[in-house]
C-alpha cells in the first residue's frame, strides 16, 4: 500500500509515469488546532500536504498476520498523525 496505490506495480507505474501522489492531509487525519506554519513551534506540525494511503482497516495485507497489522494500525494511528 503506497500513496495512490494499492500495490507495488500501481506504486512503479505512478513513478514511471510522474503521478503527483502527495496530496492535501485528509480530513479525517489531522486536527487543525495542532497545525502551525512555524516550523518551530513546539508541540504543533507546519505541513499540511504528504502522501497518505488508502485507509484500509478491516482488511490484513497478505502475508502479514492479524496481530502484526494491529500494531501496524495502533502504531500508525499514535504517531502517524503528526
Known amino acids: 500500500m503506497f ?9 512503479w507505474r505512478n513513478i514511471r509515469e510522474g503521478v503527483d501522489a502527495i496530496t492535501d492531509v485528509p480530513p479525517a487525519r489531522w486536527d487543525p488546532r ?35 497489522y494491529q500494531l501496524y494500525l495502533r502504531l500508525f494511528r499514535e504517531y502517524g498523525r503528526g
Open 3 to 11: 500513496p495512490k496505490a494499492p500495490d507495488l506495480a500501481t506504486y
Open 34 to 68: 495542532f497545525y502551525d506554519p512555524d516550523s518551530s513551534a513546539p508541540d504543533r506540525f507546519y505541513a499540511r500536504r504528504g502522501g497518505f494511503i488508502i485507509s484500509c482497516d478491516h482488511q490484513t495485507p497478505p502475508g502479514v498476520s492479524y496481530d502484526q
